[in-house]
């Protein structure tokens, strides 16, 4: 019960930020001063909402955001309303993490990309992807263990999981047994996605 | 084949290119040779449009480039080649998708573009080459991969920027003669930076010399421009020495 509350929590805040974080990334990346799309404004505008996101303590984000997600979830409480906020930090924090990524890039590529008559969108799918998509791999594997850090702590509104469950029985009904035992898997499934991430990574990395 | 007429180039202030005009011979090969920041990479990134004029005109076959937009300067540029000093190949790319991406991007069909990019590999001689990735080829090996990749859309012109300037003298003579053969054979204008006399002379068949942003003369290289272009380059060694200002117009 506790383990599928924190995947569903978890698979979600992936699923956005590959879904929005991804391209959020990428367009800041392109926004950026002497990029494809240069804009100023929009980088500016971009970066401060990422920033801001991402420095809230995770825990007052969840606390501040409960009336945005009672209007959008009907509810601030339980699994579902637990993942919006989740959702909103996972797109700022991979989105982060893929602006580094994309700019690791080598700007020679892209300048042959753009000699050839590449289009924005052939430069992104054609070129940056398929550069940069070791660290992107790397990225993603650095934000789904913070997306299983922050999860922990949804047990405030409700959400659940196993940190939830580590609290309540582990910590609460002086259980340090069963507190030590989630700790543990806990621990290893970390090193299992870690793991997974680097040899995706070293696999696809052909340069 | 290529005019620039009038161009000038600043970045914030400083004038990189200051009003040239320059005729590119369909055909030819044509030299640039100057001295480090003479602004030599700045007109020939015009050439494209990778860089655009702040004022004056860029005009290839009678088209002023400077005033299309965006998609149209796209679908010149898949028929103006470019090879750069560093190949700037995609690293996670083998060989063959290195060169098929051209043809991706001109939208030719998967069935068509295999042919093509063997044809094109088989003339650099890297077809057995063809699965590797970059990192396993040598610097030669990947300006080769570099010059199929810039051809095999078949270009009217080949953009070329110092080619040459990070291989030892026997790879880059090999290189000038790919470089050399496609002219030639496929009767494509050549343009070719360097800051090398031996690359441009062995090369090139007109040269424009440059300092400062602006020409300090277009001279044949047969069979008095040799003289010509090297009074050109001493004149650059003594700027240099003097760190004068040079008033070349
Ligand atoms: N993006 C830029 N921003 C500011 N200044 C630039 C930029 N690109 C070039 N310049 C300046 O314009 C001048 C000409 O540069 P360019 O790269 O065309 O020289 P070059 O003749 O190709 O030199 P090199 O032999 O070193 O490649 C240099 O003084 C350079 O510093
Ligand atoms: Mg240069």
Redesign the interface.
Known sequence: MAISESSIMVGFSVIAALLVGLPIGTFLFLCRKGQLLENRFVFSSLNLIVNIIRSFPFLLLVIFMIPFTRFVMGTAIGTAAATLPMMVIAIAHYSRLVEQSLLDVPKGVIHAAVSMGASVKDIIFKFLYVEARSALVLSMTTSTISFISYSTIMGVVGGGGIGDFAIRYGYLQYRTDLMIYIIIIIVIFVQLIQYAGITLARKIDKR | MITLHNVTKRYGTFKAIQSISLNIKAGEIHGIIGASGAGKSTLLRMM?L?EKPDEGDVIINNKKLNHLKG?E??????F?G?I?Q????????TVFDNVA??L???KITKKDRTERVMESLRFVGLETHKDQ???QLSGGQKQRV?IA?AIVNNPKVL?CDEPTSALDSKTTTEILEVLKQINQQFNVTIVIVSHELEVIRSLAERVTVMADGQIYDVVDIEPTGVNKIEKGAAAFVEQLKSGGDTNLS
């Open positions: 494209n990778l998609k300067i796209r679908h010149i540029r898949q103006l470019m750069f560093g190949y700037h190949l995609v690293g996670n790319k991406v051209a991706e991007i001109a990735y970059p990192s570099a990749r953009l």
